[in-house]
């Protein structure tokens, strides 16, 4: 249709505005309106009303209408044609009106009677307007294509741009930045936050020279900027030293990129390439090539290459100097090489050199050369033939070491050997399992032993049979510390004893590597005889001075000097030590009725038990006559003294049979304490004697401390301690249970057990009173496993009915965990009372864990490892070692109460207790304060985090039906 729209009224008439139209729908509905509003051609179009406005031919169909109008288009249009049709038995009228871009049609039947011409007549009076509304109509359709063009645009655009960013922010190896024409960043990628540690809202808005560029660089770049913002001089690609966000120096590679963005704006955009690993790189180069040169300087290897076809040869820098020249006046070839070889060597290299050639396998030959100043130097060369191209070999590569100083070595140890074979002393070189590899002439003159026959058998071989264990310690020293003197007990081949002063040492390769043993043995054993005769006949003048002749015991001479020195170390260490002094009640009457060689057997008998019954450190001396004398030292408490006292009485009480006589003895013991009772050993024998002739006046068979008011207390430990027996026995115990609660609820959360002795006669005992004594005969262990048996069996109990008592905590005494059968029977009684290990807790005090702490360790894991939870009671008033502490399988750590009674107005307990709180928490273990009276007390440990208290505040030790009460009816 040559770019010609046919617009026609009639086919669309029912088209409603405010639609989203096509070009011909909006000219149609454009004249629609416009021939409503035209009256003159209103009025003809309406003339006829019973026809309707214009016929819509709707059963044609578009597409048919439309090549109706077009079938029928007139070749050529003046101002308006008309055209009679007939299609399908009907007959049409059609109107063709010329625009300027268009042809208007009007199409009726015959049955509508109108003045077709008039109406044609309008149409082209009107023309210039209709003309107008199309062509706005058109110029409206071109800007909706052409925003709908931008949009689309835009939308590409945008997500050009969001592809572009996400590329730059996935680019780990390139930091990208943008900056404004003021040096502002306004662009910021993640492998900028990378490198220099800003993140991007830091960095944004920020100027460059803030961040990044060090100040001594900052002017030079702002100039730099400045030329290419205003001047368009580039800023050419460079490596720069930048800063990152703490200081550190960053190397990059930058290349910058100015942008136009319109408007007369700029951008710059850096893009940089880390450069830090390829100068960590570099750096390394540089070094591994200094270390490669100082190594050959060390070695004195240098490496050389050989170019058969042209004979030249290249030689390093160590080459030069092994050889005496200078690389800047010397050209090395093969031919001015032979000359530096010695006549004597130069066939051997000629030959090497051949080989090297027809095998291409390496070769090395140790030679000499000769410098230019007349020295001679031993090398060791290598050389290998590489193929060319031809498969021919082209090149001969190799290395050179000069062992100068390494020949001058073999020939000195040469010397030495020889030196080795006349010397004095045995040498004897040993492999290093101990088996005999050298042995030289004075090593077959002292032990008898020729090499022939000894070589290749182990050094034991030379040590008696009860001495072989020293064996093992001599190598282990000798391993530990890498030399060994000391005097050694060999047997020769004659079986004779052989001592020797021995040293000890290794023989090393050059890489310092242990090759070989070998020992140097000087024969001492004239002088040792010597000196055993010597120190027999001293020993024996000392001990018959010092020593009673009868007992053996130490005697009255060594028993003071002694006994000075005992009191010097307690009072050094501010300690406690005790002076018993023991008498043989009625010895007399055994001297006189049965003689004095009798009374001796039986005074023999008493020092033997007295010698078993003290323990190591302690002292015990024969003072004179019947009396003995016993020094206690590093006691910790009079209860020390008393068990102690108790023991060597029931022993020394035993019955002594002599020759078909029984003897019943007792004893009568005065105990003085020092420094208590004196300073002085003079004092200190005064005032024991004095308590011993006050035991014998008491009716002897007994014993007296010098304060009256010890022994009376001594003698009530007496009758505990023989009570307590009974009272396990006649189940005289009872646990009392003190609540462990949350300070914030009050809820219960567990429960200590502690003991409580019903005495028939004495009320109720505390455990302050009876433990250290239990502790002290041995029944402490006995109690404890009385009260896991009841204090598991309660627990589970409790459980089982429903109830919720927590985690129950007992108290572990040191000996109990030391126990060989503590874990089986522990097992038992969980098993037999079907109790979970996570509702029990075992308390043990840190003075108790730091006495053997390796042991604590080993065993407190195994019962970690059973599920029971570990407590360290008391905590603060022992000297745990820190590196300890944090070993210990523990869970809890129980703050004592000696740091709480005193808050808030102790201001050093308040400091303990926070600290003691902090090192629970880095070491992730949970705390409990005990002995919590009062509510600042507990205001002052909630507000410093420990939540978990026990105490009178909210509970003393109850009985279990007490406890029971608590669990059912809970107070808030």
């Excluded at 282990?476 to 050694?488: F, P, Q, S």
């Excluded at 309660?794 to 000996?815: D, F």
């Excluded at 129980?894 to 928490?921: G, H, N, W, Y």
Aim: charged residues 25%.
């Amino acid at each position: 249709m040559n770019n010609l729209e046919l617009l026609s009224l009639t086919y669309e008439c029912e088209s409603s505005l405010g639609k989203s139209l096509d070009l011909q729908e909006m000219a149609r509905e454009f004249l629609k309106v416009f021939l409503k509003r035209t009256s003159a051609l209103y009025d003809v179009l309406f003339k006829y009303p019973q026809s309707g406005m214009i016929d819509i031919v709707e059963h044609k169909g578009k597409e048919r209408f439309y090549d109706l109008v077009v079938k029928n288009l007139p070749i050529r249009l003046g101002e308006y044609e008309i055209v009679h049709v007939k299609e399908d038995e009907l007959f049409y009228y059609i109107l063709y009106i010329p625009l300027d871009n268009h042809i208007l049609t009007l199409v009726y039947n015959e049955n509508i009677h109108i003045d077709i011409h008039t109406i044609a007549n309008v149409f082209y009076s009107l023309r210039p307007k209709i003309d107008l509304g199309i062509n706005a109509c058109l110029e409206h359709q071109r800007i909706i294509e052409l925003n709908k063009y931008l949009l689309e645009q835009k939308k590409v655009f945008k997500t050009q741009a969001l592809r572009f960013q996400a590329i730059l922010d996935q680019t780990p190896s390139i930091a990208v930045q943008g900056y404004n024409k003021h040096g502002k960043l306004i662009y910021w990628n993640k492998a900028s936050e990378e490198l220099y540690g800003y993140t991007r809202e830091e960095a944004l808005g920020i100027s460059c020279g803030d961040i990044l560029i060090p100040k001594m660089m900052q002017e030079q770049m702002k100039v730099s900027f400045d030329k290419w913002v205003n001047s368009g001089i580039k800023m050419v690609p460079e490596e720069l030293v930048l800063q990152d966000k703490y200081g550190q120096d960053v190397y990059v590679y930058s290349q910058r990129v100015l942008i136009d963005i319109g408007d007369g704006e700029q951008e710059i955009y850096c893009l940089q390439m880390d450069l830090r690993h390829i100068k960590m790189t570099e750096a390394k180069l540089k070094k591994s090539e200094a270390k490669l040169l100082a190594a050959q300087q060390i070695a004195k290897l240098g490496n050389w290459e050989w170019n058969l076809q042209t004979n030249e040869m290249l030689w390093s820098d160590e080459i030069f100097r092994i050889f005496g020249e200078k690389p800047q006046g010397f050209i090395p070839n093969y031919d001015l090489f032979l000359t530096y070889i010695t006549p004597s060597d130069r066939i051997r290299i000629l030959r090497a050199t051949i080989d090297a050639k027809k095998t291409g396998k390496t070769q090395r030959i140790e030679h000499k050369i000769t410098r230019k100043d007349g020295s001679i130097r031993y090398l060791l060369s290598s050389g290998k033939g590489i193929f060319g191209s031809d498969r021919n070999f082209a090149t001969i590569i190799g290395t050179a070491q000069d062992i100068t100083e390494q020949k001058q070595v073999e020939n000195m140890l040469e010397q030495k050997a020889q030196i080795i074979e006349q010397i004095h002393d045995s040498v004897i070189i040993m492999d290093l399992k101990g088996y005999i590899i050298e042995w030289n002439n004075t090593s077959v003159f002292n032990l008898g032993y020729s090499a022939e026959e000894i070589i290749g058998k182990h050094i034991s071989n030379l040590y008696p049979k009860d001495r072989k264990h020293s064996l093992l310690k001599i190598f282990g020293k000798l391993n530990k510390y890498g030399v060994l003197r000391t005097e050694i007990e060999l047997k020769n081949k004659s079986g004779g004893q052989f001592y020797g002063n021995l040293l000890l040492s290794y023989l090393k390769d050059d890489k310092g590597e242990k090759k070989s043993i070998i020992a140097y043995v000087e024969n001492i054993t004239q002088r040792k005889k010597a000196e055993s005769e010597l120190r027999r006949q001293k020993n024996m003048m000392e001990y018959r001075a010092y020593h009673d002749e009868l007992t053996g015991l130490p005697n009255r001479s060594y028993f003071l000097e002694e006994l000075e020195r005992t009191i010097n170390r307690v009072r050094r260490s501010e300690g406690l030590g005790a002076l018993l002094f023991i008498d043989l009640d009625h010895f007399k009457e055994i001297n006189d009725s049965l003689g004095h060689k009798h009374g001796d057997s039986v005074l023999k008998i008493i020092a033997s038990r007295l010698e078993e019954i003290v323990r190591k450190g302690d002292f015990v001396a024969r003072f004179g006559g019947d009396e003995f004398t016993t020094i206690l030292e590093d006691i910790k408490n009079m209860d020390n003294v008393i068990t102690k006292v108790q023991q060597m009485m029931e022993i020394l009480n035993a019955p002594i049979t002599i020759n078909e006589h029984i003897h019943y003895l007792t004893f009568s013991i005065g105990i003085s304490l020092f420094p208590n009772d004196g300073e002085t050993a003079e004092v200190l024998l005064k005032n024991s004697d004095a308590s011993m002739y006050k035991a014998k006046e008491e009716g002897r068979n007994t014993y007296v401390f010098y304060e009256q008011d010890l022994t009376r207390k001594a003698f009530e430990r007496v009758l505990l301690a023989t009570n307590l027996r009974q009272a396990l026995n006649e189940h005289s115990f009872e646990i009392y249970y003190q609540p462990q609660v949350n300070a914030i609820t009050g809820k219960i959360i567990g429960m200590e057990g502690l003991i409580r002795w019903k005495h028939e006669t004495k009320g109720m005992i505390y455990p302050s009173k009876f433990i250290l004594i239990a502790e002290d005969n041995g029944m402490i262990i006995e109690i404890d496993r009385w009260m896991m048996q009841e204090g598991i069996q309660q627990v589970s109990q409790w459980y089982k009915q429903g109830l919720n008592p927590g985690v129950l905590s007992l108290n572990l005494s040191i000996k109990q965990l030391q126990a060989k059968d503590f874990i089986s029977i522990l097992k038992q009684i969980l098993l037999e009372n079907e109790c979970d290990p996570g509702w029990i807790e075992l308390e043990i005090t840190e003075s108790q864990i730091m006495n053997n702490p390796e042991y604590s360790i080993e065993i407190l894991q195994q019962l970690s490892d059973l599920g029971i939870k570990l407590a360290i009671d008391d905590f603060g008033t022992g000297y745990s070692s820190l590196s300890y502490l944090k070993r210990l399988p523990i869970d809890k750590l129980k703050i004592d109460q000696s740091f709480i009674r005193d808050i808030p107005t102790d201001k050093d307990d308040m400091a303990i207790v926070e600290t003691i709180i902090t090192l629970s928490k880095s070491l992730k273990l949970e705390v409990i304060a005990e002995g919590v009276e009062t509510e600042a007390q507990k205001d002052f440990l909630i507000e410093h985090d420990c939540l978990n208290i026990q105490g009178f505040y909210y509970s003393k030790p109850v009985s279990k039906e007490e406890i029971q009460e608590m669990l059912e009816f809970p107070r808030v």
